[in-house]
């Protein structure tokens, strides 16, 4: 081998590092563009079985049946936006009633009672500075300066928002609108020998994925049902949007349901603000720890192993290493994209090299 040779090969190497390195910079440059078309992906392999059924069952043309589906998704969602006014107005009026002297004369109390119940030190920590006092402190060093910068950056949040949901709209109605779009651009990239594989594979994963994120729907849905329950015989406020706020929380698995539920139980002391703690407030917080508890064991046990196996077609243990793995890997955003990502994996890996053994036995049910 000649030192030409040599040369040419170091510099191809580091041509092709560089490469890689632009190639990284410009996705992580268009990151956002990115995020919206995976999203919009993601809403259209929702709303893509709401459309085959009004386009082959009630016969609509394609493009009425994709405006209708497009605006029923974004009615629910301004309907899910719209419920939780009524959340936020309640919990700010229930703090704005909160008697903070009562408050702290229940927690000092509570103090006293549960150290002598466990026999702790009689030695307590001062009494909480004069509440007066503090007020006057707080209101000398207050600087309202801030406040023009916290409106800017709430604009700067809603602009990008908006932003963001009008690409999001828009890419998923014609990703709806003509269902080779996504395909097509793809193919672009692919050799013209592995062209029909690939086709192949994009047609078994939007088919796998379609009904992954409907049986995830079902499954928020079905947790919905039975926090709504709960919370309505326990007589929370707002029980149908707090029930839906933890429900949807589920879509971050295991994590997600711990959130969802110091979130139910944050909101349930709250909404009974100023009433007996240990009449009234720790029952109906120990009966809503009950139901999510309950409603767990139905997801856990029931719903979710049965949802996901028959959507995706991997075994409930298969699922849940793979989550632990990536999870691990990538963090929450890895638990979330898990399951869409391997059985994408799956899918291609079973049309590419269907010969090997491991894949035979990983692949076998799809």
């Known amino acids: ?25 410009f996705l992580f440059t268009i990151r956002s563009v990115l995020a919206y078309v995976t999203i919009a992906a993601v809403v259209a392999l929702i709303g893509r079985p709401l459309v085959r059924f009004l386009r082959l069952k009630i016969k609509l043309p394609n493009i009425i049946a994709v405006v209708f589906t497009m605006l029923l998704m974004v009615g629910v969602l301004a309907g899910i936006f719209a419920l939780f006014i009524p959340l936020l107005s309640e919990q700010s009026k229930n703090l704005s009633l909160l008697d903070i002297d009562e408050l702290q004369q229940s927690l000092n109390t509570l103090y006293h009672q549960i150290t002598k119940y466990l026999g702790l030190s009689s030695n307590l920590v001062e009494n909480v500075i004069d509440d007066v006092a503090l007020e006057k402190n707080i209101l000398k060093g207050f600087d309202i300066g801030f406040i023009p910068n916290i409106l800017n950056s709430f604009l700067t949040v809603l602009s990008s928002a908006s932003i963001g949901l009008f690409s999001i709209l828009f890419i998923s109605f014609f990703f709806l609108k003509d269902r080779k779009l996504f395909e097509h651009g793809l193919l672009i990239f692919v050799p013209k020998t592995k062209e ?171």
């Open 1 to 25: 081998m000649t030192a030409k040779t040599i040369s040419k090969g170091i510099l191809r190497a580091i041509g092709v590092i560089i490469g890689i390195l632009l190639l990284l910079y």
């Open 196 to 366: 029909q594989g690939t086709v192949n594979s994009i047609e078994k994963i939007n088919s796998l994925l379609s009904r992954y994120f409907v049986g995830l729907l079902l499954q928020i849905f079905i947790l919905f049902i039975i926090y709504t329950i709960v919370l309505l015989i326990v007589g929370i406020e707002n029980a149908v949007v707090i029930a839906f706020l933890c429900a949807l929380f589920n879509i971050i698995p295991y994590i997600g349901p711990i959130i969802g539920g110091v979130i139910m139980l944050t909101l349930t002391m709250t909404s009974n603000l100023g009433s007996d703690f240990s009449e009234i407030i720790l029952p109906k917080t120990g009966y809503v720890l009950l139901g999510l508890i309950f409603g767990q064991l139905i997801d856990n046990f029931f719903s979710q192993p049965i949802i996901f196996s028959n959507s995706v077609k991997s075994h409930p243990l298969e699922i849940f290493l793979i989550i632990i793995i990536a999870g691990l890997l990538f963090g929450v955003v890895g638990m979330i994209v898990a399951i869409p990502g391997y059985t994408a994996l799956k899918v291609i890996l079973k049309e590419f090299i269907s010969d090997n053994q491991i894949v035979k036995s990983l692949t076998q049910n799809l």
